[in-house]
C-alpha cells in the first residue's frame, strides 16, 4: 500500500505548540520533496512549507514564517512539521503531499498525498 499518514494534530491553546508527522507507507520519502498544505474552514488550501530530498526548505506562506519548521528524518521515512506560537488563525486541516521538487506549490504534479490531520487552536 502506497501512502502517506499524518499525525500529531489536535487541540492547543493560542501560543502553544504541535509537531506534525507525515510518514511514508509502501514508499522510500529519500528521493522526495514533501510539501505541507493547509485547509483552513472557510478558505482556499495553500501551500505552507516544503523541504526537497536535501534538505533545502521553501516557505510559501507568510503568515507562518519564523514560527513553522519543516525537517526531514529520511531514516524514519518521515518529514516533520513543527509548529510554534500557534494562533487561532492557524486552525486547519493540515496535509503533505510528495514531489519530484518543491517549486510552486499550485503547479505541477503530486505524486502522494495524505488525508490530512486536524489542528485546532482554540482559547
Do not use: H
Amino acid at each position: 500500500q502506497l501512502q502517506l499518514v499524518e499525525s500529531g494534530g489536535g487541540l492547543v491553546q493560542p501560543g502553544g505548540s504541535l509537531r506534525l508527522s507525515c510518514a511514508a507507507s509502501g514508499f522510500t520519502l529519500d528521493y522526495y520533496a514533501i510539501v505541507w498544505f493547509r485547509k483552513a474552514p472557510g478558505k482556499e488550501r495553500e501551500g505552507v512549507l516544503c523541504i526537497s530530498s536535501s534538505g533545502g526548505t521553501t516557505n510559501y506562506a507568510d503568515s507562518v514564517q519564523g514560527r513553522f519548521t519543516i525537517s526531514r528524518d529520511n531514516a524514519q521515512n518521515t518529514v516533520y512539521l513543527q509548529m510554534n506560537s500557534l494562533k487561532p488563525e492557524d486552525t486547519a486541516v493540515y496535509s503533505c503531499a510528495a514531489r519530484t521538487r518543491c517549486g510552486m506549490w499550485y503547479g505541477g504534479r503530486y505524486d502522494y498525498w495524505g488525508q490530512g490531520t486536524q489542528v485546532t487552536v482554540s482559547s
